[in-house]
């Protein structure tokens, strides 16, 4: 690879202008927003790849992909351009990006009506481009201070500099949770926050394999810098400069199109383990679930079935049902929907060589294939076998896809989609896919394709249910997955520290756009659970968006609900306040989905003046007004939470106590705690008691206020039938203002819908004894209101 140095103006754009490069190259420089400036580099004058399927500010792609060249959906705002003494600067209202020669890119943001500098290139070299291949290297200046967070699902600390990462899905299984890399996912896209300049944000749009390196590569050549690092594809990356990184995380999910609005019923519990499918009386064992959770009187609104009812011997074969395990296919999913359980069934993209219908979908060229002999399918390892996989930027594949998808499972009654082994471990970089049309080499878009298998997966669901909204989980992806599933941690290993680390992996994800995201309760692989680890992961599982007890036990155990009698009634508890707290949890996926606000929260997103919430923690927030602090460490009888430094201090939920901002405090903790603060000045909506996450099942209404010692706060309740694409809604927005001598709640409703029950009890902390006004009436806590 070359050093870039020397550059011309050729052109200049209403948006921003371009450059040659070394006499052969160009570099297009655009402003797309006021805060959001895209630099691409196209070798000798033309895409490596033209195509785009992760830049979605429409919220949705073509299937064949977005051209790179296609700015709709952007407000690509005039800038100033100024061309002095060899350096070109172009500005927005909010940015200005200077390109110095030699080549080098610096960026700086208005701040209190001064430019202040926040990041710039490397100066000894910016730019790294392969002579005879494409690959490239981007360079920039590190600085003392700087914090660097995102790329999505890693494992270790949440603050990611110092390190080195890699982008290249795998399967990852029994990962270790505070070291492995890589992981499933690939999200090119990080975040840093600087001492004095605010925060900024940098998105590679490239799925080939790629590194970075935030500081654990020194060179005595140059001054510190960090890279990224990339064996193919196109450098064309987007900075953004917010004053706070929140601003930064709504603006990639904006950027890369949205999260996706699955049923209200997603968020219950969903059970699921590979025992039951692997078992050869599979039908029988599905259905004791059905008879279990009965028995124990626990709720649960979905199953999710493992790849075992497709097994012919060992081995796993994807549309195909083993007859003798599940004899009577359309028998038990009606014994599931007769109990109110939704079936979620696993889907694998890649045909083993003696799957029955491998020949007809070789013949039919369905697959990704060989890049030495194109007229066969390309060969890899899959569950210890071989096969090939499917290409999804074949129509023909996809239709075929859909195809099975609704005979096989839909027909059946299994209505949702658990699309998984979908890294493509394709090794053969040049292995030859369709490109709907225009071939192209699988390295440059390997995690594309589960976004493409997952897409597949929702239209057939659509079609087969119109007007019902879908549901689907994806274990692999890039960014634009979260348009279309809900995805988790993938294969995590049964021990404590994972609990720690899976924490930090899903603050990870929520911080890069992935807001509906979870991880295997109880751990996947390896040891089953000991009870206190077992109820201690429960209690963690219940505040994430996605809540599944999944497992296969090296032993061959079940991680249930039941599976310790001793502590059944912790895990009962902990299913309680999770069912109780679907009001909130429901309002706070809709705020995902419509404002682009995360549900998963590290204190600093918040709290981004409190030098405390900045340390690596294990409390987080849900949304924006749930701190969770679980206990996490074997053995412990003390929980320690040094509580944020906010406005208005916190109250205990549990006890009803209020601690003022910064407080440090002392739990006594027992195997039943689950430590928990709401901020002050909230209003928390919450059920009465539901046995299942459908609107109906509630059998009240609660809102809890927690008010502050003095000012004004609120809270949302969002509400719909839970199902529907374009539900008539009822939104709720409260406001709770307090003084030294009352307390008082106001709301007005948004939305043409009514809320679901017409009444809600009102409840105050124990600790408040200040008098309760409701719009201008004085009541008491626990009093009915009318909605």
């Not at 039919?364 to 066969?376: C, H, I, K, M, T």
Request: glycine content about 10%.
């Amino acid at each position: 690879m070359k050093t870039l140095r020397h550059w011309t103006v050729t052109a200049r754009h209403a948006a921003g202008a371009d450059l040659l490069v070394e006499g052969r190259h160009i570099l297009r420089l655009r402003a797309l927003g006021e805060d959001l400036i895209r630099v691409s580099l196209l070798k000798d004058g033309v895409w490596r790849l033209d195509r785009t399927w992760t830049i979605a500010p429409g919220g949705e792609v073509p299937w064949e992909g977005r051209h790179r060249d296609d700015l709709s959906g952007f407000s690509c705002p005039p800038v100033t351009i100024r061309e002095e003494e060899g350096a070109l600067a172009l500005e927005t209202a909010t940015l200005r990006l200077t390109v110095a020669q030699p080549l080098h890119l610096a960026w700086a943001a208005r701040v209190d009506g001064a430019w202040v500098t926040f990041a710039e290139e490397r100066p000894t070299g910016g730019v790294l481009l392969g002579t005879d291949d494409h690959r490239h290297g981007h360079f920039l200046r590190r600085h003392p201070g700087e914090r660097v967070h995102g790329l999505g699902e890693k494992t270790g600390d949440l603050e990611r500099s110092g390190r080195r990462f890699e982008m290249r899905n795998l399967d990852a299984m029994g990962y270790d949770a505070e070291r492995t890399d890589p992981l499933y996912k690939h999200v090119p896209f990080t975040m840093t926050q600087t001492p004095a300049a605010g925060a900024w944000s940098i998105f590679y749009d490239n799925l080939a394999s790629c590194w970075f390196d935030l500081g654990n590569e020194l060179d005595n050549y140059h001054l510190p810098y960090r890279s990224f690092r990339a064996e193919d594809g196109d450098l064309d990356y987007c900075v953004r400069w917010a004053p706070r990184l929140l601003d930064l995380v709504k603006g990639q999910v904006r950027l890369t199109g949205g999260t996706a609005f699955p049923p209200r019923w997603t968020l219950g519990y969903s059970g699921s383990t590979m025992s039951y499918t692997d078992a050869p009386d599979a039908q029988a064992r599905l259905e004791s679930f059905l008879d279990r959770i009965a028995e124990h009187d626990i709720p649960c609104d979905s199953f999710q079935m493992s790849s075992g009812y497709t097994s012919i011997g060992a081995k796993r074969y994807v549309f195909n049902w083993n007859r003798e395990k599940v004899p009577d296919v359309d028998a038990m999913t009606a014994r599931f929907r007769d109990a109110g359980i939704h079936l979620i069934a696993n889907i694998k993209p890649c045909l083993l060589q003696d799957h029955p219908q491998y020949g007809s979908a070789a013949e039919a060229g369905l697959f990704v294939r060989d890049s030495e002999a194109p007229e066969a399918p390309e060969r890899s390892s899959f569950w210890d076998d071989e096969g090939s996989h499917l290409d999804f930027t074949n129509p023909d594949a996809v239709a075929w896809w859909k195809d099975g998808v609704t005979r096989q499972l839909l027909a059946h009654g299994i209505g949702s989609t658990w699309n998984d082994n979908n890294e493509y471990e394709i090794w053969d970089r040049k292995a030859v896919c369709a490109g709907f049309g225009t071939p192209v080499e699988v390295g440059l878009l390997r995690p594309l394709m589960p976004i493409l298998m997952t897409r597949a997966s929702e239209e057939a669901q659509r079609a087969h249910a119109p007007g019902q909204r879908p549901y689907l989980i994806s274990r692999s992806g890039a960014p634009g997955l979260q348009r279309h599933a809900q995805t988790w941690s993938g294969d995590n290993r049964t021990e404590w520290k994972t609990l720690r680390y899976n924490i930090r992996t899903g603050l990870g994800m929520s911080l890069s756009g992935f807001y509906n995201i979870g991880h295997d309760v109880g751990g996947f692989a390896g040891p089953r659970p000991e009870p206190e680890l077992f109820v201690r992961w429960v209690q963690n599982g219940i505040f994430h968006p996605r809540f599944t007890i999944h497992s296969w036990n090296d032993d061959g155990t079940v991680n249930e609900p039941w599976m310790y009698p001793e502590v059944l009634p912790q895990i009962r508890d902990a299913l309680a306040l999770r069912y109780r707290l679907l009001p909130y949890l429901y309002t706070c996926l809709r705020q995902a989905v419509a404002e682009g606000e995360p549900m998963l929260r590290p204190l600093f997103l918040d709290h981004p003046d409190d030098p405390a919430a900045w340390e690596e923690r294990d409390e987080f927030l849900l949304g924006r007004d749930l701190l969770v602090a679980n206990v996490i460490d074997k053995g412990a009888t003390a929980r320690h939470v040094r509580l944020p430094r906010n406005a208005t201090g916190w109250w205990d939920f549990h006890t009803g106590t209020w601690h003022a901002p910064g407080s440090v405090v002392t739990l006594a903790v027992d195997l039943g705690s689950m430590p928990l603060f709401v901020r002050a000045g909230a209003v928390l909506p919450m059920s009465a008691g539901a046995l299942r996450a459908a609107p109906d099942a509630d059998q009240g209404r609660e809102l809890h206020l927690f008010p502050a010692p003095e000012g004004t706060g609120g809270g949302l309740l969002y509400e719909d039938d839970g199902v529907s694409v374009d539900p008539v809604y009822s939104l709720l927005d409260f406001t709770l203002a307090a003084d030294g001598e009352a307390v008082t709640l106001e709301w007005r409703q948004r939305g043409a819908g009514a809320p679901v029950l017409p009444t809600a009890r009102l409840v105050l902390p124990a600790g408040e004894r200040r008098s309760l006004r409701v719009r201008g009436t004085e009541v008491a806590s626990g009093a009915e209101v009318t909605l």
